[in-house]
């Protein structure tokens, strides 16, 4: 049975929601799903499933073909261009492959998200500070991400994602390259983040992990959700 | 601007980070600049010739042999009325002797052999600077000659005229050359620092995916090329100006670039540059 999330107001809502690639690709098929604020839910299937397409409408990094996705009660289909980073600043992302800045510091990829938002110099360190010692790279902030173990650029790249304290906190297997015993750990830290009222959605075909964590389960095979049910 | 500094220090760091690429788009900049910069330099001192000759530019209205000294002073008054004509200085017979002994020493004995001086009375007409364009003065040279007791009205027309038109013709081609080579130099910036956004093009990405507006990523780059074409220009200007005062150590009266074409050419290069490398991001933004 799936957990119901339906006292609580959806950040993330998906009606009809099919996407068909130009290439023809049929990545999602009619998928309605609902994730609520500051509910912690592992998106699971098959490499090829449409896990990272699921993932890439909600960052208005694709658009739908069909249906409805909403985030935070925003339209993302019918938003602007111009509109998309704003939204984006709302949610953050933690890939596979960390996705870091190599030829920058530990501190300046932490910092970049605050960059762009504007805020002053000193109150960006301050932050960036700060959520690198949540992840446990406080002393690490002036290596750059090639000298650190593949844990700790996944550590930094988290660091990044909450900096701007998101909603919603999306990841894209983000232990894929690790090691079970890091794994655990960044598990973890997800833990921690959901706990602090971030909605996080971790797709993963690691079932292992899935299994131990006793979080909702969106299942998705071959583009479609057959477990989820919405009012 | 919240984010100035920023996109400033980026972009001297994106020139950095650029190495050979960012040296390639200098150098098409530099060319560029050089090629138009020669003809501008050609142009302003045919310019500066043609203004100052015209400026000290008279006409010689010679009278005839028979005229009187009352109808020699008449065609003095005449002349003088004329519009455009500021003065008119009577060259006596003996006058024009001396000066022509004083031109031509060596030739002196001429005059003598000849017995009787051959040369005519005149008048010299100095003209006001705004009656000395070309067509205006053609005219006036005409009426001169046919006052009563003028023979001839001599002026250095063609050659003036012949100046003028090369001036203009150097500067026209000089445009010409400019436009074709400034839009050459724009579309190798694009297509270096383009090469450059694409090595960058992962950078770009990740920026976009934690929220950066287009005009975010796209600043540095900006400001990278405005650098590009400020530093092609000035290197230009530094070749440019060693070519002037290498020709000048020959005696080549040439005049360097006043500061007015010099801004206008450093303005051009950075504008040049600027767009260029906005135009070249523009194709990785779409993420």
Not at chain 2, 156 to 177: F, K, P, T, Y
Not at chain 2, 207 to 228: H, L
Request: glycine letters at 10%; proline letters at 3%; hydrophobic letters at 50%.
């Amino acid at each position: 049975m799936e957990k119901t999330t339906a006292m609580t107001t959806p950040m993330i809502r998906m009606r009809n929601v099919t996407k068909i690639y130009d290439n023809g690709v049929v990545a999602l098929e009619d998928v309605s799903v609902d994730v609520g604020k500051g509910e912690l839910a592992f998106l699971t299937g098959p490499s090829g499933a449409g896990k990272s397409t699921f993932l890439k409408l909600i960052t208005a990094e694709e658009k739908a073909t069909e249906g409805l996705v909403e985030v935070a009660g925003h339209d993302v289909g019918s938003l602007k261009r111009r509109d998309i980073p704003y939204l984006r600043r709302r949610i953050g992302v933690v890939f596979q492959d960390f996705r870091l800045l190599n030829e920058r510091t530990v501190l300046e990829n932490v910092v970049l998200p605050l960059t762009i938002l504007g805020l002053a110099t000193s109150e960006q360190r301050r932050r960036a500070l700060q959520v690198l010692t949540v992840v446990g790279l406080g002393q690490r902030k002036d290596a750059t991400p090639l000298e650190l173990s593949g844990g700790e650029q996944q550590r930094v790249a988290i660091a990044r994602a909450i900096a701007l304290d998101p909603t919603i906190l999306l990841a894209d297997e983000p232990t894929g390259n690790l090691d079970p015993d890091i794994t655990w750990h960044i598990m973890k830290l997800f833990r921690v983040i959901n706990a602090r009222g971030t909605a996080v959605v971790i797709a993963t075909h690691n079932y292992d992990v899935v299994r131990k964590m006793d979080a909702r389960i969106i299942k998705i095979l071959s583009g479609k959700l057959p477990e989820e049910r919405v009012a | 601007m919240k984010h100035f500094g920023f996109f400033v220090r980026e972009g001297f760091k994106n020139i950095g980070r650029g190495g050979i690429l960012t040296a390639a788009a200098v150098l098409a900049i530099t060319f560029a600049a050089l090629i138009a910069g020669i003809f501008a330099t050609a142009y302003y001192n045919l310019r500066t010739i043609y203004e100052e000759v015209k400026s000290e530019l008279y006409v010689d209205v010679y009278l005839k042999y028979e005229v009187s000294e009352r109808r020699a002073a008449a065609v003095g008054e005449h002349l003088r009325k004329l519009p455009g004509v500021v003065r008119a200085d009577y060259v006596s017979r003996e006058k024009a002797a001396e000066e022509f002994v004083g031109l031509f020493p060596e030739d002196s004995e001429l005059l003598t052999a000849l017995g009787e001086n051959p040369l005519p009375a005149s008048y010299r007409v100095y003209l006001a600077a705004d009656a000395n364009a070309p067509e205006k003065v053609e005219k006036l040279v005409k009426e001169m000659a046919a006052v009563d007791g003028v023979d001839d009205a001599v002026y250095a027309q063609e050659w003036l005229s012949n100046l003028e038109r090369a001036a203009r013709v150097v500067g026209m081609a000089g445009a010409a050359v400019g436009v074709v080579l400034g839009a050459a130099a724009v579309l190798v910036v694009v297509s270096t620092i383009g090469l450059a956004v694409y090595a960058r093009r992962e950078a770009i990405a990740i920026m976009k995916v934690v929220g950066a507006t287009d005009g975010f990523v796209r600043a540095p780059f900006v400001v990278e090329g405005f650098i590009i074409g400020v530093l092609g220009g000035l290197i230009a200007l530094g070749a440019l100006y060693g070519g002037v005062e290498f020709l000048r150590t020959y005696d080549v009266m040439v005049h360097f670039l006043p500061k007015t074409y010099v801004g206008a050419g450093l303005a051009l290069g950075a504008l040049g540059g600027a767009f260029g490398s906005g135009v070249a991001v523009r194709r990785f933004l779409k993420v």
